[in-house]
């Protein structure tokens, strides 16, 4: 079932002034699937995601996709690629509906004139393709939405665009027991539509239930990448917390042995 990755990272670095925070991370990335990145408090996540969304230059290492080394100077480039990024702040305007808040910056015009018609049909067409059926009306306002909702749309506004690669940070954080299994769902529907998914995840439940594979951050280094059948929810506690798990086979690790 394993698929050629679309994205793979080589020995990145990555400083901020004289405080290293990535050390010679590597991750594989698969199309048709959800690797969930974990690791504790200021591990790295944030920062290995801004690198790959072309927010932060990186400082060494090489970034590879569809099979060929590029360099991203910018979330234009990545977006060109086809990366998303979905931040946790959802950057979506709470007085703009649905339709504008998908097309925000990127609207489609007929000469001067916005093209509404147009942007209504991919909307709806968008929403449709990944079964979302929670929102009413696609002109509605995104303040009257519930947390769920909003995840929803910052989703169907990162896949508009003929992504390939969706980078979800932390999309059930805010949310009750309903609207994570709806979110959840819908993460699980991209892979299967053939999108590569990254997610970032504290809860072990949410990771466990979406994801093909898990790549464990500890101190700024992948730990390890492993199929999520292959390990235990507290294998994975044990790498996030300490780096190693005694009893685990790292098939691909870097940086931390067991
Ligand atoms: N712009 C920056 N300047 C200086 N240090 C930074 C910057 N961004 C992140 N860091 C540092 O890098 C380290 C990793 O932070 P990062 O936000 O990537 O971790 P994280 O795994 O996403 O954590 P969390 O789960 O808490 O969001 C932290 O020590 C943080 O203080």
């Not at 590879?64 to 910018?74: A, L, R, S, T």
């Not at 609207?179 to 504290?202: C, F, K, M, P, Y």
Request: net charge negative; hydrophobic share 45%.
């Amino acid at each position: 079932m394993t698929a050629t990755p679309i994205l793979q990272l080589r020995g990145i670095d990555k400083s901020f002034g004289a405080v290293q925070v990535l050390h010679d991370v590597s991750l594989d990335v698969h199309p048709g699937e959800v690797t969930a990145l974990v690791g504790d408090n200021g591990a790295g996540k944030s920062t290995l995601v801004k690198c790959i969304g072309g927010i932060h230059a990186i400082d060494g290492g090489e970034y590879w996709f569809e099979g060929e080394q590029v360099e991203v100077h910018g979330p234009r480039e990545a977006a060109a690629l086809g990366v998303e990024i979905v931040y946790q702040d959802l950057a979506l305007c709470d007085n703009l509906d649905i339709v504008q808040n998908m097309f925000l910056g990127r609207e489609k015009r007929r000469g001067l004139v916005l093209d509404n018609t147009t942007m209504e049909e991919l909307a709806t067409r968008t929403l449709e393709g990944l079964s979302v059926r929670t929102v009413k009306s696609i002109r509605q306002q995104v303040s009257s939405l519930s947390g769920g909702q909003r995840q929803t749309v910052a989703i169907a506004k990162a896949v508009l665009w003929n992504s390939k690669v969706v980078v979800l940070d932390e999309p059930t954080a805010a949310l009750g027991v309903a609207q994570t299994a709806q979110v959840l769902e819908l993460v699980r529907r991209l892979a299967d539509n053939g999108l590569a998914v990254v997610l970032i995840s504290h809860n072990m439940n949410d990771v466990f239930a979406v994801s093909d594979r898990i790549a464990a951050l500890y101190l700024g280094r992948m730990a390890a990448q492993v199929s999520t059948s292959d390990v235990t929810h507290s294998q994975v506690v044990e790498l996030i917390t300490s780096g190693r798990s005694g009893d685990l086979g790292l098939a691909h690790s870097n940086g931390v042995t067991a």
